[in-house]
């Protein structure tokens, strides 16, 4: 094998819809293609096979997307891991920036942008994410929804680093269809942070949850908690803050969460704004 293979990694299950321009847009990168099904019963794995996938297996009667995602990190032989969704295709400048990122052999993951495509493109939305890291038995993935690999690369001593690298995400368009995803994500939040409520990560994908479905109250108290947990997180007060000044209206409790964002990080460009906006308002923002 060359010395800087990469290894694509992917959770699969009824994507014969959209596997195949997943695996299109990252044939010129050559990766050895790692493919764990659970539980797919159309034409999915045919799919992955024309493309010479290795495809493996994995139970999910309990839903875990990180121990699916470390069930294909350990078959992966690349000395890289590319992680794409199959509803996801890696822009055509990525295949560059991956090869040349590739070949500084840094032990470092890497941020990609990600553009959630909808219908109405003015809605559409981006994130970043690490899917681009080493191969190392010790860079696994953590969370039963929303996994991130970001905490086990920190602790092996790897940084994150943003890069170029964009991917175009075919957001669900189907409303009822989010809405029924979002529910069943939050519920299977909950249930992570009742089994380790010391780990706040979680809390803060829940408050993303219910901040997507509108219910912005629920939001808001999820976002308290965050600043319960992690007093001196400078980012968790700004978000407080955010939620009783534009959801909750309540202003009082909003500047003094961006006064101690600020106390806590004095040159916080993003508190000072919303302090500003705060005080030159002449009504109260509706909820």
């Not at 299950?13 to 019963?41: M, N, Y």
């Not at 034409?43 to 290795?54: C, D, L, N, Q």
């Not at 905490?151 to 809405?179: N, Q, T």
């Not at 108290?221 to 209206?249: C, K, M, S, W």
Request: aromatic share 8%; charged share 25%; hydrophobic share 40%.
């Amino acid at each position: 094998m060359a010395g800087n293979e990469i290894s694509l990694c992917m959770n699969v299950r009824e994507e014969e819809r959209t596997l195949a321009r997943c695996l299109d847009s990252v044939r010129d990168l050559g990766p050895e293609i790692v493919i764990t099904d659970t539980g797919s019963t159309d034409a999915t794995t045919k799919i992955a096979s024309k493309f010479g996938a290795r495809i493996t297996s994995f139970n999910f009667d309990l839903v875990d997307f990180a121990a699916a995602r470390n069930h294909g990190l350990a078959h992966a032989h690349g000395n890289w891991i590319l992680m794409l969704d199959a509803d996801e295709t890696l822009e055509a400048a990525g295949i560059t920036l991956i090869q040349e990122l590739v070949s500084r052999d840094e032990n470092a993951g890497y941020y990609v942008e990600r553009l959630n495509r909808r219908p109405n493109p003015e809605s559409s939305t981006t994130d970043y994410s690490v899917r681009l890291f080493p191969n190392k038995p010790t860079y696994r993935f953590h969370g039963r929804v929303h996994e991130t690999v970001d905490a086990s690369i920190l602790a092996g001593g790897g940084r994150l680093l943003r890069s170029s690298i964009r991917v175009d995400h075919e957001f669900a368009s189907d409303p009822e269809r989010r809405r029924e995803k979002n529910l069943w994500y939050i519920k299977i939040l909950k249930e992570e942070i009742a089994a380790d409520p010391s780990d706040s990560s979680r809390l803060d994908f829940l408050a993303a949850e219910y901040h997507q479905l509108g219910m912005f109250s629920q939001a808001a108290q999820i976002a308290e908690r965050i600043v319960e947990v992690r007093p001196n997180d400078a980012v968790a007060h700004l978000h407080a803050g955010v939620y009783h000044f534009l959801y909750t209206g309540e202003r009082d409790r909003a500047r003094a969460d961006f006064q101690t964002a600020l106390k806590l990080r004095p040159n916080f460009e993003e508190a000072k704004s919303f302090l500003e906006n705060l005080e030159t308002a002449q009504v109260p923002l509706p909820n």
